[in-house]
């Protein structure tokens, strides 16, 4: 499985991103997927995970009403609509396969990773 991450960039702050990942390859088994997120020094931090069938989702405290996950799975795609963006969300984004059906908010319970895509909020 090969995940594509892509729709990062720089926006002021209470600016909007819409972050995309698209799965390709042995996608047909029921999966669950989160986006985590990494500032320089920091560790991996969990942001938001989705069941296969949509729901339910879970987000971090610090995202919750500000950020939405959604999937399309006609399209093996995952997204993240991410609203009223604040410096502090200033990190690479990354998208994740999930071992299981539901997600998880550990970085060890996924299988696959994307590459990456940087997100830059100015103040």
């Known amino acids: 499985v090969q995940l594509q991450a892509s729709g990062g960039g720089l926006v002021q702050a209470g600016g909007s991103l819409r972050l995309s990942c698209a799965a390709s390859g042995r996608t047909s088994s029921n999966y669950g997927m989160g986006w985590f997120r990494q500032a320089p020094g920091k560790e991996r931090e969990f942001v938001a995970h989705?069941?296969?069938?949509?729901?339910?989702?879970t987000y971090v405290e610090s995202v919750k009403g500000r950020f939405t996950i959604s999937r399309d799975n006609a399209k093996n795609t995952v997204y993240l609509q991410m609203n009223s963006l604040k410096p502090e969300d200033t990190a690479v984004y990354y998208c994740?396969?999930?071992?299981?059906?539901?997600?998880?908010?550990?970085?060890?319970?996924?299988?696959?990773w994307g590459q990456g895509t940087q997100v830059t909020v100015s103040s």
């Open positions: 994740a396969w999930s071992r299981n059906t539901w997600g998880s908010d550990e970085v060890d319970e996924y299988l696959y």
């Open positions: 989705i069941a296969w069938s949509g729901s339910p989702t």
